[in-house]
């Protein structure tokens, strides 16, 4: 196996023998509910010493539908995420959908995130890659894990290594997702810290016709599989109530049972390492 990176962040590393966690509601709803996830997730991660970024969308730019709820858009997302930042004391994760973004995000963002529809959109990493921020690059659902060698290239010869590669399941169509957890060595044998989306990864796509579906009962599963696989750090999209989230609800945890799950996770990592 390759050495990996250790991709600094503040006063941790993402690919240490630390386990880090990002997290956080899919799309910013109001600031009621980031404040309460970040107190959350902040108390628990603290609680348990695992390294924690917050995470939310300013918008969500691939809908199902017109009508499906968005976000905020770019300039009052980003004084929602500033904020929660200041407040809390986190760094900061969200994605950015077109190459003009990347600058206005990286002065709030800690890490910029390319979503996975987009991820060998070129303009876009390179943009990103150029803010010298962390770069986290969705593996495509259409894609091999051995394909994402070209798109971390792209990034690499921008200029900027601080990337991290992650694993959101792999679709054969049918409205259905698929993990094959051979991809995360296969990812690190790139030489960047993998990291596993255990949410988005029960997402069923297109099931509920207007909207994407999902089963949340699979996210312990597969959260702990990456970890007995070797991922070196976990996303997780996060709510405190999930079924009356205005994205992503059904593939969402709940706020209150992210500790169990943060938990045992920990412990699985950590047996690994030894």
Same mark, same amino acid.
């Given at each position: 196996?390759?050495?990996?990176?250790?991709?600094?962040?503040?006063?941790?590393?993402?690919?240490?023998?630390?386990l880090?966690?990002?997290?956080?509601?899919?799309?910013?709803?109001?600031?009621?509910?980031?404040? *309460?996830?970040? $107190?959350? &997730?902040?108390e628990i991660?603290?609680?348990?010493? /695992?390294?924690? #970024?917050?995470? %939310?969308?300013?918008d969500?730019?691939?809908?199902?539908?017109?009508?499906?709820y968005?976000?905020?858009?770019?300039?009052?997302?980003?004084?929602?995420?500033?904020?929660i930042?200041?407040?809390?004391?986190?760094?900061?994760?969200?994605d950015?959908?077109t190459?003009?973004?990347?600058?206005?995000?990286?002065?709030?963002?800690d890490?910029?995130?390319?979503?996975?529809?987009?991820?060998?959109?070129?303009?876009?990493?390179?943009?990103?890659?150029?803010?010298?921020?962390?770069?986290?690059? *969705?593996k495509? $659902?259409? &894609?091999?894990?051995?394909?994402?060698g070209?798109? /971390?290239?792209? #990034?690499?010869? %921008?200029?900027n290594?601080?990337?991290?590669?992650?694993?959101?399941?792999?679709?054969?169509g049918?409205?259905?997702?698929?993990?094959?957890?051979?991809?995360i060595?296969i990812?690190?044998?790139?030489?960047?810290?993998?990291?596993?989306?255990?949410t988005?990864?029960?997402?069923?796509?297109?099931?509920?016709?207007?909207?994407?579906?999902?089963?949340?009962?699979f996210?312990?599963v597969l959260?702990?599989?990456a970890?007995?696989a070797?991922?070196n750090?976990?996303f997780?999209?996060?709510?405190?109530?999930?079924?009356?989230?205005?994205?992503d609800?059904?593939n969402?945890?709940?706020?209150?049972?992210?500790?169990?799950?943060?938990?045992?996770?920990?412990?699985?990592?950590e047996?690994?390492r030894?």
């Amino acid at each position: 196996m390759k050495d990996i990176k250790k991709i600094k962040l503040r006063d941790f590393e993402i690919g240490g023998d630390k386990l880090t966690i990002l997290a956080g509601p899919c799309v910013i709803e109001n600031q009621e509910i980031l404040e *309460k996830t970040a $107190q959350g &997730l902040k108390e628990i991660t603290k609680d348990l010493d /695992i390294n924690f #970024v917050f995470k %939310s969308s300013f918008d969500k730019a691939n809908r199902s539908s017109l009508t499906s709820y968005r976000g905020p858009g770019l300039e009052k997302g980003l004084e929602m995420l500033r904020q929660i930042k200041e407040k809390f004391d986190v760094p900061i994760v969200t994605d950015i959908h077109t190459p003009d973004q990347a600058a206005a995000v990286a002065e709030v963002a800690d890490i910029l995130q390319i979503p996975a529809f987009l991820c060998r959109q070129t303009d876009l990493l390179v943009e990103a890659a150029k803010t010298g921020k962390i770069v986290n690059i *969705k593996k495509g $659902q259409f &894609l091999a894990p051995e394909q994402m060698g070209s798109i /971390i290239k792209k #990034v690499e010869d %921008s200029g900027n290594t601080n990337i991290l590669v992650t694993d959101r399941g792999t679709t054969f169509g049918y409205n259905n997702l698929v993990t094959d957890f051979r991809g995360i060595p296969i990812m690190q044998e790139f030489g960047y810290p993998v990291v596993f989306d255990a949410t988005h990864s029960v997402q069923l796509p297109g099931a509920n016709g207007t909207c994407s579906g999902g089963d949340r009962r699979f996210v312990p599963v597969l959260a702990k599989a990456a970890m007995a696989a070797g991922a070196n750090a976990l996303f997780f999209e996060i709510h405190p109530e999930p079924d009356n989230a205005l994205c992503d609800g059904p593939n969402m945890l709940a706020l209150k049972d992210a500790g169990g799950v943060f938990s045992i996770c920990k412990n699985i990592f950590e047996v690994v390492r030894k």
